[in-house]
């Protein structure tokens, strides 16, 4: 499989309990971007990555949420002492910048569900 | 501030006729639009997409149409059939740096009956 790949799948955590979620983005993709998405609605964009930079985490929920990608491949977003609102599912995307239209296209991982209770 | 809408919550469509859903948007800034389909417990999955600078794309079944005067988008799906029943996602982009950073419609649910 060579898609967006996120683990853990699910996670079941207790109110105050630190969680982290990783994403493997498709290989050779640069860019790497993190989404939220709670129950009747759509993906909430969260920070994203060139490479090992981070180039915006202004969206970011809290500063209790803190996300890396230390050399530029895998990701991992981290929520500090979880509360139940941060139940929700953790999307994680990637892209390939480029001038090609294919390089527009941006795919999803499966996601990494969180309850908190 | 909703600034990519999908007002229609589900829609409901025979197998083998037209499904149409509907998108609409208030930031001109946005240039490019994708339409996802997400099935429950899974990440959404890329349908197609479209620039500004057109007015139509087609791939297969699916046909999106952008109406920028009116701000306004459409997937088109012909014929619809039952392994389409998912929820579907409108999102926008700006270009330049901010491209990926999605903005996202609330989904419409298409149920397709056989």
């Known amino acids: 499989d060579t898609g967006v790949s996120q683990n853990p799948r699910h996670k079941i955590t207790k109110r105050g309990q630190n969680v982290t979620f990783r994403c493997d983005p498709i290989?050779?993709?640069?860019?790497l971007y993190w989404y939220r998405q709670t129950l009747g609605q759509g993906p909430e964009f969260l920070t994203y990555f060139q490479n090992e930079a981070q180039l915006e985490k202004s969206r970011l929920l809290s500063d209790r949420f803190s996300a890396e990608r230390p050399k530029g491949s895998f990701s991992t977003l981290e929520i500090q002492r979880t509360e139940q609102g941060d139940s929700a599912m953790y999307l994680c995307?990637?892209?390939?910048?480029?001038?090609?239209?294919?390089?527009?296209?941006?795919?999803f991982g499966e996601g990494s569900w969180l309850t908190v209770v | 501030d909703q600034q990519v809408k999908q007002n229609s919550p589900s829609l409901s469509v025979q197998e083998g006729r037209i499904s149409i859903l509907n998108c609409d948007y208030t930031n001109s800034m946005f240039d490019y639009f994708l339409w996802y389909k997400k099935y429950p417990a899974e990440g959404p999955t890329f349908l197609i997409s479209i620039s500004s600078i057109k007015d139509k794309n087609e791939d297969g079944r699916f046909t999106v149409f952008l109406n920028k005067s009116a701000k306004h988008l459409s997937l088109h799906i012909v014929p619809s059939q039952p392994g389409d029943s998912a929820v579907y996602f409108c999102a926008a982009s700006a270009g330049g740096t901010s491209y990926g950073k999605l903005t996202f419609g609330q989904g419409t649910i298409l149920t397709v009956h056989p």
């Open positions: 290989s050779e993709h640069n860019r």
């Open positions: 995307a990637s892209r390939k910048t480029g001038a090609s239209s294919s390089g527009n296209t941006i795919y």
